[in-house]
């Protein structure tokens, strides 16, 4: 559970969040955090956003602190205890309207306890295909549109012109059609080899294949030690800043 909750870019992307807009740390003597933005309902609404409380295999919650508009504050987050069933997962948020907003109260609420089941919905769905026996029990919204031709004419030569596993061209092939924009847009090898049941190296070694052939392209991500998510993007890793 908490490895499928924990991946909060693809959680927020499959209960159809809005996508948010982070600025740089702010950090001083006394404070830290992100200046951020989203749009609501047509509505932009920016706070701070201060750094996550993530506990491995425990909880993590967030804090969101608002310049303007209906809400003054937000807390929310996840925590998991074992059971003899399982796992036991709570789900909450905390809002703190503010005060001239207070006709909007019913709407907020509402909005808040639909996120909430969203993401309990979230693991629902999880437990469903894991009992269905699904090889990847892990819940998607459908994928962006697929050029089919174009993605089997580049594996063909990919296949044909490098020593690159078959077997895994065809794990990589399956994922690129089926898997979400987040899963193909940021593909990790060592992670996937550890997923799919192959040597680290020899898929590292048919990315690399992949990329050389065009079917990819290689970046350096920069992860959030807090949030578990890319914050900065190189073409080379020569151009990795220092800080």
């Avoid at 702010?26 to 609501?40: C, E, G, I, L, Q």
């Avoid at 690399?208 to 073409?235: F, H, Q």
Wanted: charged share 25%; hydrophobic share 35%; net charge positive.
């Amino acid at each position: 559970m908490w490895e499928l909750l924990g991946n909060t870019q693809h959680l927020n992307r499959t209960i159809s969040l809005p996508a948010f807009n982070y600025e740089v740390p702010k950090v001083n003597a006394s404070d830290f955090y992100r200046n951020t933005s989203a749009k609501y309902f047509g509505i932009t609404l920016r706070w701070k956003e201060y750094p996550f409380d993530w506990v491995i295999n425990r909880k993590y919650s967030v804090r969101r602190v608002f310049e303007k508009g209906p809400l003054i504050q937000i807390s929310g987050g996840i925590k998991l205890w074992p059971s003899s069933a399982g796992t036991r997962v709570r789900v909450f948020a905390e809002i703190i309207p503010r005060q001239p907003w207070s006709i909007f109260r019913p709407l907020i609420s509402l909005v808040g306890r639909k996120n909430v089941n969203d993401v309990l919905n979230f693991c629902k769905n999880y437990e469903t295909l894991l009992q269905s026996k699904d090889t990847d029990p892990l819940p998607r919204r459908p994928p962006s549109g697929v050029y089919y031709s174009v993605l089997q004419r580049a594996v063909s030569k990919l296949l044909m012109d490098s020593p690159a596993a078959p077997v895994i061209v065809s794990s990589l092939q399956q994922l690129m059609k089926e898997g979400t924009d987040d899963e193909v847009l940021r593909m990790r090898p060592y992670r996937l080899a550890d997923k799919w049941g192959f040597d680290r190296d020899e898929t590292l070694r048919t990315f690399l294949y992949a990329t050389i052939g065009g079917l990819l392209e290689l970046d350096w991500e920069l992860m959030c030690p807090n949030c578990r998510v890319p914050k900065a993007e190189y073409r080379s890793f020569s151009d990795l800043a220092s800080r």
